[in-house]
C-alpha cells in the first residue's frame, strides 16, 4: 500500500481516534501545520471539503470557511441591544458557521443608520450587549466579530419596513455628516462636512468601541468601510469632494479611513482579529473602482489587516449593479490576489457547491452569506451533509443527525434507555 492509498483511507474509513483528530495528526506529521494558509494539497488529497476546511483569520481560528454576514436588525433601543438580538444572535451562533458579524454597530449616536440601530459608544450599549453575548456565549463556541460603523451622510434613515428614507431633524431625525456637504440624493438636505476636531473626535469613538468590544470578549472587529457610509464616503471621489489634505488624490481620500484602521488596530491587543468590509467598486463611471481598492487593500495589509470582506456598491443612486450569483467574486478574487490578505467573497453565494468552488478555486478564502442565512439558519449543516463535510452542532440537537450522514455531527454519541 502506498502511503498516499494509505493516506486516503484513513482520512475517510471510521477508526477509534475522532476523524477530526486523525486529520490533524495526518497533517502535522506528513505536512506541518497548514491550515491558516490556502486550502492544502493535503486536503485535496484526502477529498475534503474546502469550505469546510479550518481557516485563521490573523490570531482568530475559524473551524470553517463559512461567514454569517453582518445584517442590521433595526432593533435596539437607544444603542441598545434588546432581546431580540438574544433570539436572532442566539439562533445564528447555533448555525455551525466559522464565523458570526454582528450588524453595523454605531461608534456615536449619530452615526446610527436608523434611530434603532445598534451601538457601543457608552457603559450602558456596551452593558446591554455584554448581557445578550454572556447568554449566547454560554451555548455556542463560534467565533464573533462586530461591525462597528457611522454612517455619515446615510445616517438618521427610517428603518426599511417604514420605507428606509431619510428622517429630517424635528421629526426623531437629525443632522448628518460627511467628508464634504454633498447629499446622498440631490433631493435631501446636505450633510456638514466635517472639520479637524471632528475627524479627531470619530477617530477616538472608533477606538473606544473598539476596547468596549474587546471587553465583550468578541473575537475580532469588522470596520465598515463599505456600502456608502462614512469611510466609504472620504474613500470615494463622488463623495468627498474635500480641497484639503482629506480629500483629493487617492492618497488623501485614504487617509482618514487608515487613520481609524490603525487608531482601531492600537485600541486593542493583537488576540483580536481586526479586518475591514470595502466597497470594491461605485459601480459608477469616476467612483471608486477595484484599482482604488487594490491600493487600499494593500495600504491595509501593511499595517497589519487581518482579512478584508469585499462588497460593493452603496454611496450614489446611480450605481448600476450587474446583479448574479457570485457577482462580487471577481473583486475578492482580484483584491486577494493583489494584496495577499485574507478575503471573504459576499453576494448572492446561496448553494453549498457554489461556495464550496469559490475556496477550492482561491477566488476566496471565505464566503459570506446574509439573506441566505435568514432563509435557512441550519444553511452550514445543510452544506455539510451535502458536502460530506462535518459541523459543529449543539449537544441538544445531536439526535437530529439524518440518517445515512453518521458521521455529520463528528464523532458524537448519544444513549438512550
Ligand atoms: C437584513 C440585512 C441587513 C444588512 N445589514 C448589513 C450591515 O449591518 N452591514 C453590512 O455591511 N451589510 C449589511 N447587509 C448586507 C449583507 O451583509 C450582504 O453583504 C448582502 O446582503 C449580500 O449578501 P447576500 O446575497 O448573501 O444576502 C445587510 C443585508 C441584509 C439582508
New binding site residues.
Given amino acids: 500500500m502506498t502511503q498516499a492509498m494509505w493516506l486516503n483511507g484513513v482520512c475517510k474509513t471510521g477508526s477509534s481516534v475522532p476523524h477530526s483528530l486523525r486529520v490533524k495528526v495526518l497533517e502535522r506529521v506528513f505536512f506541518g501545520s497548514r491550515c491558516s494558509g490556502g486550502f492544502t494539497n493535503f486536503q485535496r488529497f484526502c477529498q475534503m471539503s474546502a469550505l469546510f476546511s479550518p481557516f485563521s483569520i490573523g490570531p482568530v481560528r475559524l473551524p470553517n470557511r463559512i461567514v454569517i454576514?453582518?445584517?442590521?436588525?433595526y432593533s435596539a433601543h437607544e444603542g441598545e441591544a434588546t432581546d431580540w438580538h438574544l433570539i436572532h444572535l442566539g439562533h445564528l451562533a447555533l448555525s455551525g458557521a466559522g464565523l458570526l458579524i454582528i450588524?453595523?454597530t454605531a461608534v456615536e449616536p449619530e452615526g446610527r443608520i436608523s434611530p434603532a440601530d445598534l451601538g457601543l459608544w457608552s457603559d450602558a450599549t456596551e452593558e446591554a450587549l455584554h448581557k445578550v453575548l454572556a447568554s449566547v456565549r454560554r451555548y455556542a463556541a463560534m467565533p464573533l466579530a462586530i461591525?462597528l460603523?457611522h454612517a455619515g451622510r446615510k445616517a438618521s434613515s427610517q428603518a426599511?419596513w417604514d420605507g428606509g428614507q431619510l428622517i429630517p431633524k424635528g421629526q426623531g431625525g437629525w443632522q448628518t455628516v460627511a467628508p464634504s456637504a454633498v447629499p446622498h440624493n440631490p433631493k435631501e438636505p446636505p450633510p456638514a462636512a466635517l472639520d479637524e476636531v471632528d475627524l479627531a473626535r470619530l477617530t477616538q469613538a472608533f477606538a473606544s468601541a473598539a476596547q468596549r468590544a474587546h471587553r465583550l470578549g468578541l473575537d475580532a472587529i469588522e470596520i465598515?468601510m463599505?456600502?456608502g457610509y462614512l469611510l466609504h464616503e472620504f474613500l470615494s471621489p463622488l463623495s468627498n469632494q474635500r480641497q484639503d489634505d482629506w480629500g483629493g488624490a487617492l492618497e488623501n481620500r485614504m487617509r482618514f479611513p487608515l487613520k481609524v484602521f490603525e487608531a482601531v488596530r492600537d485600541a486593542v491587543p493583537r488576540a483580536m482579529a481586526v479586518g475591514v468590509?470595502i466597497s470594491a467598486t461605485d459601480w459608477v463611471e469616476g467612483g471608486w473602482d477595484l484599482e482604488q481598492s487594490v491600493a487600499l487593500g494593500q495600504a491595509l495589509a501593511q499595517r497589519g489587516c487581518d482579512f478584508i470582506h469585499v462588497?460593493s456598491g452603496g454611496v450614489s443612486p446611480l450605481q448600476k449593479i450587474p446583479l448574479g450569483p457570485n457577482y462580487q467574486v471577481p473583486l475578492a478574487e482580484r483584491i486577494r490576489a493583489a494584496t495577499g490578505l485574507p478575503t471573504i467573497a459576499?453576494?448572492?453565494?446561496?448553494e453549498p457547491a457554489q461556495a464550496e468552488a469559490i475556496v477550492q478555486q482561491g477566488q476566496a478564502d471565505m464566503v459570506?452569506?446574509?439573506?441566505?442565512?435568514?432563509f435557512d439558519p441550519r444553511w452550514p449543516w445543510h452544506a455539510a451533509a451535502e458536502l460530506g463535510a462535518q459541523v459543529e452542532v449543539p449537544r441538544q440537537y445531536w439526535r437530529s443527525q439524518p440518517r445515512g450522514h453518521t458521521h455529520l455531527f463528528g464523532d458524537v454519541k448519544i444513549g438512550q434507555r
Avoid at 459576499?346 to 446561496?350: A, E, M, P, Q, S
Avoid at 459570506?368 to 435568514?374: S, V
Fill in positions: 454576514a453582518p445584517m442590521c436588525q450588524e453595523a461591525q460603523a426599511p465598515h463599505a456600502h468590509r462588497s459576499v453576494g448572492l453565494i446561496t459570506a452569506l446574509a439573506r441566505g442565512m435568514l
